[in-house]
């Protein structure tokens, strides 16, 4: 039971688009321990998908670091990151669809996904055990067209932990599903996490979902913009010595504002010079 750490250190990742760059992370540093489950959140746009695509190995970084567990994958050999991605690192992109093969059995799915780890020398479990721990026995061996959208949500999961990866990330799991199957689907990512201790990072925009994750990271301007702990909201101070506001206090102190910061006692103060 060994779930991979995560660390990146000053990340920045600028998109070459024709006439103009697009700067979608400008020095992220984040560290998540391994076995923790955390949501990312953020404004659409914020940077949360390029980051997962970085933890991934699926691009590489303009700048700074990614290590997932003892592997830099930010530096590793695209056959290095092929086997990390066959064993360790389980990815989930946004959209049942996208992580399965149509017109076969969500059985089927888990096999196909593990022939790269069985071929890497990978102790591998059995598809029907793998999709009774995600909920979907009476399934595994049923058309895909026949199952729920949560179903198929299901079985992109059992997909995504067919190698027993230490890591897990899932972009928007719970997106575009009632109530009962986000449920379900969160119930599925927080057995594999609590049972088979595997790091989960999970982007959503569902504030139940970010409510019942123990730990939430805020994606801002490619920034991290603050982070939840058991639904308090914290600012979180960059490597660097800089303290993004919070979005609230972000619309009472415009560019340009002086503040003072005053060591109070125990505490600290912040307060705003007056023009
Ligand atoms: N392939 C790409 N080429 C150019 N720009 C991109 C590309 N992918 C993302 N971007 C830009 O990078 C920035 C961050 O995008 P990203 O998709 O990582 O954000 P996000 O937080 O995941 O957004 P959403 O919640 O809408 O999925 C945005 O300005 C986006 O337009």
Redesign the pocket.
Known sequence: MRGLAIRTRGLV?I???KEHD????SGVDLDVAGGEMIGLL????????????LLSGVLRPSAGKVFVGDTEVSAAPPRDLDRLRATEIGLML?GAGRNLLPNTTPADNVRFAQHPARRAGRQLTDPGELLAEVGLAEHADRPLSELTPGGLQLAAIAVAISSRPGLLLC??PTSQLDHEARDQVLAALAKVNRVYGTTVVL?T?DPHVAKVLPRTVT?RD?RIGGEGRSGEEYAVVTADGFLPLPGHARDRLPPGTLVRLHEVDDHFELRVEEP
């Not at 697009?22 to 992370?25: F, G, K």
């Open positions: 990742h998109y070459h688009v697009v700067a979608a992370l953020g404004p659409s746009g914020s940077g949360k998908s390029t980051l997962m695509s946004q972009d928007e982007v925009h994606i490619g």
